[in-house]
């Protein structure tokens, strides 16, 4: 079964937080992490 996936201004935050530090720090891992994030919210949407 499907659900819609909405995302609140926190969550949206810690995202971009999260994906800018990955860029930072192990910039070789950011399209990785990027890539499992979507996947996993398009098995969750």
């Given at each position: 079964?499907?659900?819609?996936?909405?995302f609140v201004t926190?969550?949206?935050r810690n995202?971009?937080?999260t994906l800018t530090w990955y860029q930072?720090?192990?910039?070789?891992v950011t399209q990785r992490w990027h890539n499992?994030?979507?996947?996993a919210i398009?098995?969750?949407a």
């Open positions: 079964m499907k659900y819609p996936v909405l926190r969550a949206e995202i971009l937080e930072k720090n192990v910039p070789h499992n994030l979507n996947s398009a098995k969750a």
